[in-house]
C-alpha cells in the first residue's frame, strides 16, 4: 500500500527531505546551544550582537585576552558549516572552535548567524554574510556601533574563513570584495576548510535550497576561472581531508585558482586518515591540533611565528590549548593524570557527577578550571549501588591540595526525604535500609569526615532544602573537628545555574566555594564595565574549600572517610 499523500517523500537529500505537500523535514538532530560568555582559562571574552532586524542577522564576536587597552588585532570574519541547514554560531562545536581560534591565533573571531535553509533558501546564507562583512567594515575608521571592533580590531589585516558550506559562502565574499570593494579593509587572506562546491552527489541538494539558481554552472556552486582570477584577497589556504568526499573538490577548487591568473599564492594542505570537519568531534585530538595550528595558518594570521607549545606534566607537549582532559581508569589515575599541578601548582578537583545514580554520563558543559572526573557506575549500565563504588580510595600526590567536588551541583541530598525510595531501589538488595549510611549518615560517620572544612549550599525553592539544613546541624553535634558553613541561595531552585552559569546567582553560588576569606576581585573588561564573574579562580597557597556537597553526589563524596 502507497504511503498517505501528505507523508509521500519526493526528494530525499543528505540533510533533508521533501514532501509531497511540500514539507521540509531535517534529518539531522538539532545541536545545543551555548550562550556567550567569558572563558576562564584563556580570558577569550565573546557577546552577541543583532546587526540587522529584517532579516534577522547577527554575529557573535570573540575577543581574546588584551595584552594592552589599545591593543589591535587581526579580524576572522568567520562562516559556519551544516550544509546551509543547520548549526549557528551558538552550536556547541562551533562555539568552542572559535573561542580556541580566537585565543590561539590572537584574533578576533566574528561568527556569522546566516539564514538557513528551509526557512530563509539560498541566496540568504550569502546576503547575510555579505551583510555581515560590510557591517565589520563600517568600524573601519572608529565610529561603528561595536567597540570591540572600533577598538581593538586591526582593519589592515582583515580574514575569511570557514569549513564546508561556511567555505563556500567565504569564497562568494571573497568575489565580492574583489568585484566590488570594501572601502577601509585590507582582506590578507581566506582560509577554505574542507569546502564544499559543486561536482558531488549533493550538487542537486543545493540546487533545490536555491530556487534562483542558474543550474550546475551557477557561480556560487562551481566558481569558472574568471571569477576566481577576481579574489579580493592575497593569499589562501585550503584545507582537505582523505576520507572526504569533497577531497576531490577542493583540490580542483586550489587547481582552477592557480590557472585563473589570479595574483596571490594558494596553498592546499590534505589532513591524512581523516573525514570531513573531523576536528568538531574533539578538538583536542591529534590530527585537529594539527590542523588548528598548521604552520601556514598561523603564518598567516599572525606572521611567520611557529605557535607556542606547552608543556604537559607528562614531559609531552601540545600547542593546542590551556586545558587538557583524558579517560582514565582509576589504575592509570596517579601515573597518567593532566593536570596543571607540574606546572602551576594548582588544586585538584575530584570531581562525580550527579542525578540520581541513573542519568548523565560525565560530560559537563562547563569546565571548571583544572578539574578532575570520576566516572561512577549508573543504574542502568551495571550492577546495583554497591559500597566497594563509593569507598574506592584515590591516590593523591602530596605535592598538590586535592578537594572533592561533586560536578556543578551544590545542593545536598543526604538524608531519608524524597530520594529515600529510589535510592533503596536503585540499591537494592545491597541496602541496610532507611539508616544506610550512605543514604542517611549517622552522627559517627560524619565525625570522620577526612577534611577541615565543609562548604553546603541550599536553594530556597528547592524540595531537599532540609535535607541541606539536616546534615549542617548533624554535622555540627557529631564531633568532628572541622569548620562548618551553610549558604542559603535565595529564590531559586535546584541545581539552577545549570540553566546559565552566567546568572547573578550562579555567579554568586560559583564565587563563594573560591573567595574563602577574601572578596572576589572585580574584573575591568575592555568596554570599561566590570564583572566580577569571570576572575582567575585559583589562589596560589590558598587550598579550596572542603567538600563541596550536591544533588545525590555527596552520598559518593561523603564515604571518603578520614
Not at 564573574?533 to 574549600?545: E, F, M, R
Request: proline content about 8%; hydrophobic content about 40%; some cysteine.
Amino acid at each position: 500500500m502507497a504511503p498517505p499523500a501528505d507523508n509521500e517523500v519526493v526528494h530525499e537529500f543528505r540533510f533533508f527531505k521533501v514532501y509531497k505537500d511540500s514539507r521540509v523535514e531535517l534529518v539531522w538532530p538539532e545541536f545545543p546551544k551555548v550562550p556567550p560568555s567569558t572563558d576562564l582559562i584563556t580570558g577569550v571574552q565573546s557577546k552577541d550582537v543583532m546587526i540587522l532586524i529584517e532579516p534577522q542577522v547577527s554575529v557573535r564576536i570573540f575577543l581574546p585576552k588584551l595584552k594592552a587597552p589599545d591593543q589591535k588585532l587581526p579580524l576572522l570574519l568567520f562562516v559556519h558549516g551544516g550544509g546551509f541547514v543547520m548549526f549557528s554560531p551558538s552550536a556547541l562545536p562551533y562555539h568552542v572552535l572559535c573561542n580556541k581560534v580566537a585565543a590561539d591565533a590572537n584574533v578576533i573571531v566574528v561568527s556569522v548567524e546566516y539564514g538557513l535553509f528551509p526557512t530563509r533558501p539560498i541566496p540568504a546564507c550569502y546576503e547575510d554574510s555579505w551583510e555581515a562583512l560590510q557591517w565589520v567594515a563600517s568600524h573601519a575608521d572608529g565610529s561603528g556601533a561595536e567597540p570591540w571592533l572600533n577598538n581593538h580590531a586591526d582593519f589592515g589585516h582583515v580574514f575569511l574563513g570557514g569549513d564546508s558550506g561556511g567555505a563556500n559562502i567565504s569564497h562568494a565574499l571573497a568575489f565580492r570584495v574583489g568585484s566590488v570593494g570594501l572601502p577601509g579593509v585590507k582582506v590578507v587572506g581566506m582560509i577554505l576548510v574542507h569546502p564544499f562546491f559543486g561536482g558531488t552527489e549533493d550538487d542537486k541538494m543545493w540546487l533545490y535550497m536555491c530556487p534562483s539558481n542558474s543550474g550546475l554552472d551557477d557561480p556560487r556552486l562551481n566558481p569558472g576561472v574568471e571569477d576566481l582570477a577576481r579574489l579580493g584577497c592575497e593569499r589562501v589556504l585550503i584545507f582537505v581531508a582523505e576520507k572526504d568526499s569533497l577531497i576531490a573538490v577542493g583540490r580542483n577548487y586550489s587547481e582552477k585558482l592557480k590557472k585563473s591568473g589570479w595574483k596571490g599564492s594558494v596553498e592546499i594542505v590534505e589532513n591524512e586518515d581523516v573525514g570531513h570537519c573531523f576536528y568538531l568531534h574533539d578538538l583536542n585530538s591529534e590530527k585537529a591540533v594539527e590542523l588548528l595550528h598548521n604552520h601556514d595558518l598561523n603564518g598567516m594570521i599572525d606572521g611567520s611565528e611557529e605557535p607556542p607549545t606547552r608543556t604537559l606534566s607528562d614531559n609531552s607537549s601540545n600547542p593546542a590549548y590551556a586545558i587538557w582532559d583524558k579517560d582514565l581508569s582509576l589504575n592509570d589515575f596517579q601515573s597518567q593524570l593532566l593536570s596543571f599541578d607540574t606546572l602551576l601548582e594548582a588544586s585538584t578537583l575530584i570531581q562525580t557527577h550527579n542525578f540520581s545514580f541513573a542519568h548523565f554520563n560525565f560530560t559537563p558543559p562547563v569546565i571548571i578550571t583544572n578539574s578532575s572526573a570520576t566516572e561512577s557506575p549508573l543504574s542502568t549500565e551495571g550492577p546495583p549501588l554497591q559500597p566497594s563504588i563509593i569507598a574506592t580510595p584515590i591516590p593523591t600526590p602530596s605535592s598538590t591540595n586535592h578537594v572533592s567536588l561533586s560536578d556543578s551541583n551544590f545542593c545536598p541530598a543526604i538524608s531519608p526525604v524524597l530520594p529515600s525510595p529510589t535510592y533503596l531501589v536503585l540499591c537494592f538488595p545491597s541496602n541496610s535500609g532507611l539508616d544506610d549510611p550512605r543514604l542517611n549518615p549517622g552522627v559517627e560517620d560524619l565525625a570522620r569526615l577526612g577534611c577541615e572544612r565543609v562548604l553546603i549550599f541550599v536553594a530556597e525553592k528547592d524540595s531537599l532544602i532540609a535535607v541541606g539544613r539536616n546534615y549542617y546541624e548533624k554535622l555540627k553535634k557529631s564531633g568532628w573537628k572541622g569548620s562548618v558553613e551553610i549558604v542559603e541561595n535565595e529564590d531559586v531552585d535546584h541545581c539552577f545555574y545549570l540553566h546559565d552559569l552566567n546568572s547573578e546567582k550562579a555567579v554568586e553560588l560559583l564565587h563563594k566555594f573560591v573567595e574563602g576569606s577574601e572578596p572576589v576581585p572585580e574584573k575591568t573588561n575592555v568596554d570599561g564595565t566590570t564583572n566580577a564573574a569571570y576572575t582567575v579562580w585559583y589562589k596560589k597557597d590558598q587550598a579550596l574549600l572542603g567538600l563541596i556537597l550536591s544533588s545525590i553526589s555527596p552520598n559518593l563524596v561523603a564515604s571518603f572517610y578520614g
